[in-house]
């Protein structure tokens, strides 16, 4: 009775150790430490030790920390260029002046960085990392879209636009953030810029109008006016825009056309509108759409002004 007994604790026991190794792995996953190889090595040359070093919010730094970071920090270093408001597109984010900790390397550094912020729906948008010097953040952790843990973040003014240039860890360019203050980069400018922006007339009754790639304008049979998007389930955004009191649905498909001798040949690109009627259709259900459109207009002339993809094709140019 005995024997088995204590074979039965032995069984018990070795199933708690079991169930303990997966979740001390689980765990690490999730803190994402910061993995360094130790600098001893062995007699075949090969590193004897493996340095876990977490960089966590708050934490205060010493020059040991320093001594396991993969690159040099400037201990002066500013997060002015870091500060203000920015957009990918579909996020929006800020400095965290709250983590302003200082460390004891002197008064006025702050190598931890923080930006929090949120989309449309909700909150939750978190990056994290060092601040390296002026102009450079080295990621630590990110929730922010086409931003990655080993990244770099570098504060740049481009054609007099100030954005975050996002860099693979060998600097090569991956995207771009942009200053949200800007008519230029958020989900109601690339909505614009991709759909509305341009010239278009009305094929069968002459009517003309015009947007513009920033500043919600729009010129409607010669009179110009602002117009702005609506938004549906969840504060997300609609394939819809009001100009004064009227609503209307629109839908581009482009065509293919080809330039000759100053004159455009081939399929132009298509704006069909809807005018909404805002008691009877479901306009604010996100898989709205409707049966028919009121109108169909043609394109005539692309926008001259700046785009989100044109301002990030000729900045990838620059960090080739």
Same mark, same amino acid.
């Given at each position: 009775?005995?024997?088995?007994?204590?074979?039965?604790?032995?069984?018990?026991?070795?199933?708690?150790?079991?169930?303990?190794?997966?979740?001390?792995?689980?765990?690490?996953?999730?803190?994402?430490?910061?993995?360094?190889?130790?600098?001893?090595?062995?007699?075949?040359?090969?590193?004897?030790?493996?340095?876990?070093?977490?960089?966590?919010?708050?934490?205060?730094?010493?020059?040991?920390?320093?001594?396991?970071?993969? *690159?040099?920090?400037?201990?002066?270093?500013?997060?002015?260029?870091?500060?203000? @408001?920015?957009?990918?597109?579909?996020?929006?984010?800020?400095?965290?002046?709250?983590?302003?900790?200082?460390?004891?390397?002197?008064?006025?550094?702050?190598?931890?960085?923080?930006?929090?912020?949120?989309?449309?729906?909700?909150?939750?948008?978190?990056?994290?990392?060092?601040?390296?010097?002026?102009?450079?953040?080295?990621?630590?952790?990110?929730?922010?879209?086409?931003?990655?843990?080993?990244?770099?973040?570098?504060?740049?003014?481009?054609?007099?636009?100030?954005?975050?240039?996002?860099?693979?860890?060998?600097?090569?360019?991956?995207?771009?953030?942009?200053?949200?203050?800007?008519?230029?980069?958020?989900?109601?400018?690339?909505?614009?810029?991709?759909?509305?922006?341009?010239?278009?007339?009305?094929?069968?009754?002459?009517?003309?109008? /015009?947007?513009?790639? #920033?500043?919600?304008?729009?010129?409607?049979?010669?009179?110009?006016?602002?117009?702005?998007? /609506?938004?549906? /389930?969840? !504060?997300?955004?609609?394939?819809?825009?009001?100009?004064? !009191?009227?609503?209307?649905?629109?839908?581009?498909?482009?065509?293919?056309?080809?330039?000759?001798? @100053?004159?455009? !040949?081939?399929?132009?690109?298509?704006?069909?509108?809807?005018?909404?009627?805002?008691?009877?259709?479901?306009?604010?259900?996100?898989?709205?759409?409707?049966?028919?459109?009121?109108? !169909?207009?043609?394109?005539?002339?692309? #926008?001259?002004?700046?785009?989100?993809?044109? *301002?990030?094709?000729?900045?990838?140019?620059?960090?080739?």
């Amino acid at each position: 009775m005995l024997r088995k007994f204590l074979f039965l604790i032995t069984i018990i026991a070795f199933q708690a150790c079991t169930n303990q190794k997966p979740q001390k792995e689980k765990t690490q996953s999730v803190n994402k430490p910061l993995q360094i190889n130790g600098d001893s090595t062995d007699v075949d040359g090969k590193a004897d030790k493996v340095v876990i070093k977490t960089f966590k919010p708050g934490h205060f730094y010493t020059q040991e920390d320093l001594e396991f970071m993969s *690159f040099k920090m400037d201990l002066t270093a500013s997060d002015k260029r870091f500060n203000g @408001g920015w957009t990918n597109g579909t996020q929006w984010f800020s400095l965290d002046q709250s983590r302003n900790l200082g460390c004891v390397f002197g008064k006025g550094t702050r190598p931890y960085i923080h930006l929090s912020g949120g989309d449309r729906h909700e909150g939750g948008v978190s990056l994290f990392g060092v601040l390296q010097n002026d102009t450079t953040i080295h990621v630590l952790g990110s929730y922010v879209n086409d931003v990655s843990e080993g990244d770099l973040l570098r504060a740049h003014n481009f054609n007099g636009v100030d954005c975050l240039v996002v860099l693979n860890a060998d600097t090569t360019f991956k995207s771009v953030i942009v200053d949200a203050n800007l008519d230029l980069g958020n989900d109601e400018d690339i909505s614009v810029q991709k759909n509305l922006a341009g010239r278009w007339s009305d094929p069968h009754f002459g009517n003309e109008i /015009e947007f513009f790639n #920033s500043g919600r304008r729009v010129i409607w049979n010669g009179e110009e006016k602002q117009f702005h998007f /609506e938004s549906g /389930e969840y !504060e997300q955004l609609l394939d819809v825009f009001t100009v004064e !009191e009227d609503s209307y649905y629109f839908k581009r498909s482009d065509g293919v056309q080809t330039q000759r001798f @100053g004159v455009y !040949e081939g399929q132009p690109s298509r704006l069909a509108l809807y005018k909404i009627d805002k008691e009877k259709d479901d306009w604010q259900n996100l898989d709205y759409v409707p049966e028919y459109f009121d109108t !169909e207009y043609l394109l005539q002339e692309s #926008s001259k002004e700046l785009s989100f993809e044109v *301002f990030q094709d000729e900045l990838k140019l620059r960090f080739k």
